[in-house]
């Protein structure tokens, strides 16, 4: 009785100690942040508040001085935008409290959202998107902003009708087309008007249920100031800004140019816009979208290539164009090409 007694006792006492020593061996030897087998749930940094970090190609520049199309901002409650050349006063008591995305490899960009603070009143909330596409790189069949806005027209999905189709109007003394269209089961209105600036098709979209506040906001949008230029179907750029040129950056245009070698294998696009000085020298790289080992060697590789000089009137000024590096994105086919598919 006494030895079976013992012998349970001394089992018991080595489960124990095998226990403990496993315990203390997991301690040791788990992961220092996470993981199944971890005791230690806090993470080793934190993230900032309302910072999102992604590792992958961003959006740079070869200078801090230029502007870019992303660099608005709100001063004052006032959104201005130094490359589109817009200033736009925010109704009272709305507010932009996020930021948008970078610019996406197919040259779209989110210039700016805003909605009620929570200091609004009014009976009904709405948000207001700013939006741009660079027509450089757009997948989509189009050559300007009334373009676009046909085709987006014309493509959406059988749960949105159309309130009124594209109409010329005027903005802040400025040409713009006009078009609504409305979820019936959301019970949303969606009032979209776009023009063309530098190449880039502006939209601005206001959402909301209630169609008096959306128009009040169209009628506030008469605040903007925006630069001489602005069309939904020119648009290109001149007087105090680059001359924009599609396709600029081929053929005969090139005197000299050098190819970038790449370090590391990669299958991203890679969407650039360049200023041409004067003299037909690369004065400006904006990266849509590139990381960075890319954008170093499209950088050294673009400070070498020359080209002729862009005249207008028969003097030559400064030009803006868009070259694709990389792998060639996936453009929609035209209306035409569409049918002829099917």
Not at 201 to 207: D, F
Not at 250 to 270: K, L, W
Not at 313 to 340: H, K, L
């Amino acid at each position: 009785m006494r030895s079976r007694f013992l012998c349970s006792w001394l089992v018991l006492a080595l489960s124990v100690s095998f226990l403990a020593w496993g315990q203390g061996a997991t301690a040791q030897n788990a992961p220092k942040n996470g993981g199944d087998f971890s005791d230690n749930i806090q993470p080793g940094s934190k993230v900032p508040t309302d910072v999102i970090l992604v590792k992958g190609a961003w959006s740079s520049a070869s200078d801090s001085v230029t502007p870019l199309p992303e660099g608005g901002k709100v001063i004052n409650h006032v959104f201005s935008d130094p490359y589109f050349g817009m200033t736009y006063a925010l109704p009272s008591n709305w507010e932009e409290k996020y930021k948008g995305p970078p610019p996406s490899d197919s040259g779209r960009y989110v210039l700016a959202q805003f909605r009620p603070a929570d200091t609004f009143k009014g009976p009904a909330r709405g948000s207001i998107l700013i939006t741009a596409q660079d027509m450089f790189f757009t997948p989509f069949p189009a050559r300007n902003a009334l373009e676009l806005v046909n085709y987006s027209k014309n493509h959406l999905q059988a749960d949105y009708k159309v309130e009124m189709p594209p109409t010329p109007t005027k903005i802040a003394g400025r040409p713009f087309t006009f078009y609504a269209y409305w979820s019936p089961v959301a019970e949303l209105h969606w009032y979209v008007v776009a023009t063309e600036i530098r190449c880039h098709a502006v939209q601005l979209v206001l959402t909301s249920r209630d169609t008096k506040l959306l128009e009040s906001l169209i009628l506030d949008l008469e605040k903007m100031k925006l630069p001489a230029e602005a069309s939904p179907t020119v648009g290109a750029g001149g007087g105090d800004v680059p001359a924009c040129v599609k396709d600029y950056a081929s053929g005969e245009n090139v005197i000299a140019r050098v190819d970038p070698v790449f370090t590391e294998r990669r299958f991203n696009s890679v969407p650039v816009r360049i200023i041409i000085d004067k003299e037909g020298k690369v004065k400006h790289i904006h990266f849509l979208s590139a990381f960075p080992d890319q954008a170093k060697a499209i950088t050294d590789a673009l400070q070498q290539w020359k080209f002729k000089r862009y005249l207008r009137d028969g003097q030559p000024v400064e030009v803006e164009t868009g070259i694709m590096f990389g792998r060639t994105p996936y453009m929609r086919p035209a209306p035409g090409q569409e049918r002829a598919a099917q």
